[in-house]
C-alpha cells in the first residue's frame, strides 16, 4: 500500500530501524504515532490494535482469559510486529516492555519514551473504562504502575520526551528534530 505524507506538514524522513514508542497509559503513544507516521510518510503499527483486531476488546480479554494470557498474546503480537524487515513507527502497550523477549527486541530498533506525570494524564485516565490495568481505581493505579515501570522505561529509550504541556503537533516537532539531527 503507498503512503503519502501529510501535505500540510513539514517534508517526510526515512528511518532505518523501527521507531517505538513506549510509555505509561495514556502518555499519548498511540496518537503521537499515528501522527509522526503520516508526517514521516511511514508505515504505522498499534500493537493493541492488532490484539483488538485479532482477539476483541482487551478489557473482555482481561476479563475471559487473565493478564497472563493477554502478556502472551500481546508479547506475540509486538514480536511480529519487531521482527518485520520493514521500518516502521510501532506504538506498543503501555506494559508491553515488561516481557524479556521484548526487550531484547528492542535493542535492534530506536526506541522512544514519551514521558508524562499524573497531573497531565488525569484528565485523560479519570473514565477508563476501557484499561482493566486502572481497575477500580484509574488514578491509584496510574500511579503505582508509572512508579515501577519508569525504571524500564528509562532504561530501554534511546530518546526521551518530556511531553508535559506540549500538543501532539509539539511533540511531533521535537522527536522529528531529534532524529533529523540524527541524535537517534
Ligand atoms: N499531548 C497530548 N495533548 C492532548 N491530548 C493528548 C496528548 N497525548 C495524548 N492525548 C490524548 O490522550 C488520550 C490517550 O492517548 P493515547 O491513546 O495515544 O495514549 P497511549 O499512550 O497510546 O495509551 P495506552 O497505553 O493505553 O495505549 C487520547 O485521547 C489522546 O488524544
Ligand atoms: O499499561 C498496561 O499494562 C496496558 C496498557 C494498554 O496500552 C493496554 O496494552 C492494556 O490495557 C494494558
Ligand atoms: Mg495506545
Known amino acids: ?45 498499534d500493537t493493541d490494535e492488532l490484539v483488538v483486531e485479532r482477539h476483541g476488546s482487551i478489557a473482555d480479554l482481561f476479563t475471559a482469559r487473565g493478564e497472563r494470557y493477554f502478556r502472551e498474546v500481546e508479547a506475540r503480537t509486538v514480536a511480529a510486529a519487531l521482527e518485520s524487515p520493514v521500518p516502521a513507527v510501532i506504538s506498543l502497550g503501555g506494559g508491553a516492555v515488561l516481557d524479556s523477549g521484548t526487550q531484547q527486541l528492542l535493542a535492534g530498533t530506536t526506541v522512544v519514551f514519551l514521558d508524562t506525570d ?50 501532539v503537533p509539539a511533540i511531533i516537532d521535537r522527536l522529528t528534530s531529534v532524529l533529523t539531527k540524527g541524535e537517534d
Open 1 to 45: 500500500m503507498s503512503r503519502s505524507p501529510d501535505p500540510h506538514l513539514p517534508e517526510p524522513h526515512s528511518i532505518r530501524r523501527h521507531l517505538v514508542l513506549i510509555g505509561f497509559m495514556a502518555a499519548g503513544k498511540s496518537v503521537v504515532g499515528r501522527s509522526y507516521a503520516a508526517r514521516a510518510g511511514l508505515p504505522f503499527v
Open 118 to 167: 499524573l497531573a497531565t494524564v488525569l484528565p485523560r485516565i479519570s473514565r477508563s473504562g476501557h484499561r482493566p490495568m486502572l481497575a477500580p481505581d484509574p488514578v491509584r493505579r496510574w500511579q503505582e504502575l508509572a512508579t515501577a515501570r519508569r525504571p524500564v522505561y528509562e532504561s530501554l529509550a534511546d530518546i526521551t520526551i518530556d511531553t508535559r504541556g506540549l500538543t
